[in-house]
């Protein structure tokens, strides 16, 4: 089955730093990558999509001077946390989309997440 | 996008069938049937997929409803392994794909 890594898989920085956190599709090539942030007992929430050599889509609310996406290639796909501060500090999770060859199906395949904690 | 909705809880007994229902009533017609599930501090797995046709693989079987606004993910055999929260998404045509996840069902399998 399809494969995606992050790395790393948890990180613990001091306020006002700046983290980076990558995705990979190991088996296939995606085209397009979904970060999300989950809080403690609450659900998914996407963040941005993410294409191939172009700009990221951040949904409302999400900053995107703040959240900093770079999709530079079709196996890798990064999120930066600039100038991270407590309030940032949650579970980040990307996913990747394969299409099937011969037909569009939207699955994602998610990574294992990154455990983001900003003292 | 559209919406799913799904009951927060549900429990099963283990090796016993376990029925999660979700409705998608606002479904569009090339909308796909996504269902994921998640254990704690984990990403989402992927556990199948359906568009019109009921669909079996070896972890579960998706039961779509004629008029596609409901859908059941079926495990035949519920184990301790299978507990989890599971989400059924679907997949928006206009947005290349983008899903929003609801709050999904957490699975209890008792022993």
């Known amino acids: 089955g399809a494969v995606v890594s992050q790395h790393p898989s948890r990180v613990i920085c001091k306020s006002g730093t700046s983290v980076k956190i990558e995705c990979r599709s190991l088996?296939?090539?995606?085209?397009?990558m979904f970060w999300y942030r989950q809080f403690p007992k609450q659900s998914l929430m996407l963040m941005a999509t993410?294409?191939?050599?172009?700009?990221?889509?951040?949904e409302q609310g999400v900053e995107k001077d703040k959240f900093l996406i770079n999709h530079a290639s079709l196996t890798l796909s990064t999120l930066t946390v600039t100038s991270a501060h407590p309030e940032d500090s949650s579970f980040y999770i990307c996913?990747?989309?394969?299409?099937?060859?011969?037909?569009?199906?939207?699955?994602?395949?998610f990574g294992p997440g990154t455990r983001l904690t900003v003292l | 996008d559209a919406k799913t909705t799904q009951p927060n809880s549900m429990e099963s007994n283990e090796e016993e069938p376990v029925h999660l229902p979700c409705n998608h009533s606002?479904?569009?017609?090339?909308?796909?049937i996504h269902w994921y599930r998640q254990l704690p501090s984990q990403g989402p797995e992927y556990v199948i997929h359906?568009?019109?046709s009921n669909v079996n693989n070896r972890m579960a079987s998706l039961a779509i409803a004629e008029d596609r606004k409901s859908s059941t993910l079926i495990l035949h055999r519920a184990t301790l392994r299978d507990a989890a929260v599971y989400y059924c998404?679907?997949?928006?045509?206009?947005?290349?794909?983008?899903?929003?996840f609801g709050d999904g069902t957490t699975l209890t399998v008792k022993p």
């Open positions: 996913s990747a989309r394969s299409a099937l060859a011969g037909g569009r199906t939207d699955t994602q395949y």
């Open positions: 088996d296939f090539q995606a085209t397009t």
């Open positions: 993410s294409n191939e050599g172009s700009k990221a889509t951040y």
């Open positions: 606002t479904i569009s017609g090339t909308d796909y």
């Open positions: 359906g568009l019109t």
């Open positions: 998404i679907l997949s928006a045509n206009t947005n290349a794909g983008k899903s929003t």
